[in-house]
Every structure is written in structure tokens, then in C-alpha cells.
């Protein structure tokens, strides 16, 4: 196995991507795809851990987070169906409909 | 020695097609490039011994949620939303959250360099072929620690699937 801080700065520089894109990004399914990118990051860390202390827990947790983006997906590719056939539109800064 | 290379490859592959995934500006070729990532990311899973989570992000992951944002991205049509303009205008913005998180978590992890597992090689870690095999040593912790968590993540799938069936239905 490799130093843990290397799968640590992999890890961070993933997470960052995905928050440049999450906050930069005007398409919704980019920003969706982004938080993917995010979570992802994060199961790297858990599974370095889990192989560094021998346990695996964290590879356990790591599946809960990858039941849990396939939900978010679902759930998230469902209302920007259901926006874009009433708005036609994917952008995030024109989904102004709860704004007073 | 070919672990290491193993690991900068894949590790290589992964943050440029991350980059590449937030910078291009059509849809479809930033969910290819997440699908890259993805994979490259199983690489390194695979490089760290856990077989099973290999497998279940190339086929959960590549070969289903990546394949429901296809098909989501080929249903909102394309061609309009390509040449419209994909980024918010706040760059300093978006400069400033990326810097602030970087160096945060970067002067976290320089902190606690002289902790064990960080910065130094590893004595704790097993070597690889005193593993238990991967699945079966998963599926104990699973299925002994973990199974309440496991039952209320299945109620969660079917809640979700409930949801997203509820919200892309049409209305009549």
C-alpha cells in the first residue's frame, strides 16, 4: 500500500473539483454529475482507511454511499424531468419558482 | 514498485478526467468523462484490495446511475442548452470557495503529519496476500454489525424509487 496521505490528496483534489463544478456549473445534471464526482471522493478516502487499519467497516460505509448516490440520482434525474417539462429549461439560475 | 505506478496512473487518469468533466461544455461529454473518473477510481479500489467495491462501482455505478444520466441528458434536449452559457458568472466566487475548502483541509491533513499513516509508510496495514478474501470478510461485517443499517438503506431505495417514479410521471 501506498502512504495514506497520497489517497488523502487524490481524494481532496476530487472533492474540490466537484465543489468547482457544483458551484460553477449552470447546467443542473452537470452540477448532479458533480455531487456524484463528490461522493466518490469521499468513498477513496474511506476504503484507504479501511485497508490501512485492516478493517472493513469502512468499505461497508462505503456501499451505503453508493446505495445512497444511486437514490440521489433517481430521485434528482426524476424532479429535473418533471422541471424541464414544465419550464423547458435544465439551467440552475432560472429555476426561480419558489422565489418570492 | 508497480503498486505505485499503479496508483499514480489510475490516480492521474482520475483528477485530469474530473477537471476535464467540469470544464467541457456539453452535457454528454461531461457524464463520458465522469464515467472515466468512475472507473479510474474502481482502479484504484482494486489497488487497495476491495474487490467487492470494485465490482459493485463499475456495475452501480458505470453501468447504472451513469447510465440514467445518459438517458436523462438525451431527453432534455441538447442542442438548445449547449450554446447557451454553461457558467454562472462568479468566478471570484467560485475561486474563493475552492481556495478557502483547499487550504482548510490542506493545512488539516499538514497538521497531523507526524500521526501514524499519514506522510510516513504504513506498519499497520496488512500485507496483501495475508488478507481475508474481500467478499466474504464484507459480507460478514454487513450482515453481523451493519444490519440495520443495511434494512433501513433498502427502505430508503424503495422510497426513492417510489419518488423518482412519482416525479417524472406525467401528470394527468
Redesign the interface.
Known amino acids: 500500500?501506498?502512504?495514506?496521505?497520497?489517497?488523502?490528496?487524490?481524494s481532496?483534489?476530487?472533492?474540490?473539483?466537484?465543489?468547482?463544478?457544483v458551484?460553477?456549473?449552470?447546467?443542473v445534471?452537470?452540477v448532479?454529475?458533480?455531487i456524484?464526482?463528490i461522493l466518490?471522493a469521499v468513498?477513496?478516502n474511506l476504503?484507504?482507511?479501511?485497508?490501512?487499519?485492516?478493517d472493513?467497516?469502512g468499505?461497508?460505509f462505503?456501499?451505503?454511499i453508493?446505495?445512497?448516490?444511486?437514490?440521489?440520482?433517481?430521485?434528482g434525474?426524476?424532479?429535473?424531468?418533471?422541471f424541464?417539462?414544465n419550464r423547458e429549461t435544465?439551467?440552475?439560475?432560472e429555476m426561480d419558482l419558489l422565489k418570492w | 514498485m508497480l503498486?505505485?505506478i499503479i496508483?499514480y496512473v489510475f490516480?492521474s487518469v482520475?483528477?485530469l478526467s474530473?477537471?476535464l468533466?467540469?470544464t467541457r461544455r456539453n452535457?454528454m461529454h461531461?457524464?463520458v468523462f465522469?464515467i472515466t473518473?468512475?472507473l479510474a477510481?474502481a482502479g484504484?479500489?482494486l489497488q487497495?484490495?476491495?474487490e467487492?467495491?470494485f465490482i459493485?462501482?463499475v456495475i452501480?455505478?458505470v453501468g447504472?446511475?451513469m447510465v440514467?444520466?445518459i438517458f436523462?441528458?438525451m431527453?432534455?434536449s441538447l442542442d438548445t442548452?449547449v450554446h447557451?452559457?454553461?457558467?454562472?458568472r462568479?468566478?471570484w466566487?467560485?475561486l474563493f470557495?475552492?481556495l478557502a475548502?483547499?487550504f482548510e483541509?490542506?493545512f488539516a491533513?499538514w497538521s497531523t503529519?507526524g500521526m501514524p499513516?499519514?506522510?510516513?509508510?504504513?506498519q499497520?496495514?496488512?500485507p496483501?496476500d495475508k488478507?481475508p478474501p474481500?467478499s466474504e470478510?464484507?459480507a460478514?461485517?454487513?450482515f453481523h454489525?451493519?444490519l440495520l443499517?443495511f434494512e433501513i438503506?433498502s427502505v430508503?431505495?424503495l422510497?426513492?424509487?417510489v419518488?423518482?417514479?412519482?416525479?417524472?410521471k406525467?401528470r394527468t
Open positions: 500500500m501506498m502512504p495514506a496521505g497520497h489517497y488523502l490528496f487524490l481532496l483534489a476530487l472533492f474540490l473539483i466537484g465543489v468547482i463544478g458551484v460553477s456549473r449552470r447546467n445534471i452537470v448532479l454529475m458533480s456524484e464526482l466518490n468513498n477513496i476504503v484507504a482507511f479501511s485497508r490501512l487499519f485492516g472493513v467497516s468499505q461497508v462505503a456501499l451505503f453508493i446505495a445512497d448516490a444511486a437514490a440521489e440520482a433517481a430521485v434525474l426524476g424532479i429535473i424531468i418533471a424541464f417539462r435544465v439551467l440552475a439560475d | 503498486n505505485s496508483f490516480a482520475a483528477i474530473a477537471a468533466m467540469v452535457a461531461s457524464a465522469l473518473t468512475l477510481t484504484i479500489f487497495l484490495r476491495a467487492f467495491l459493485a462501482q452501480l455505478y447504472g446511475i440514467l444520466f436523462v441528458i431527453l432534455v442548452a447557451q452559457m454553461q457558467f454562472a462568479r468566478k466566487v467560485v470557495i475552492a475548502l483547499g483541509v490542506g491533513l503529519r499513516g499519514h506522510g510516513l509508510p504504513v499497520m496495514a496488512a496483501a488478507l474481500n470478510a464484507l460478514g461485517t454487513l454489525s451493519y443499517p438503506a430508503l431505495l422510497v426513492a424509487m419518488g423518482a417514479v412519482v416525479m417524472a406525467k
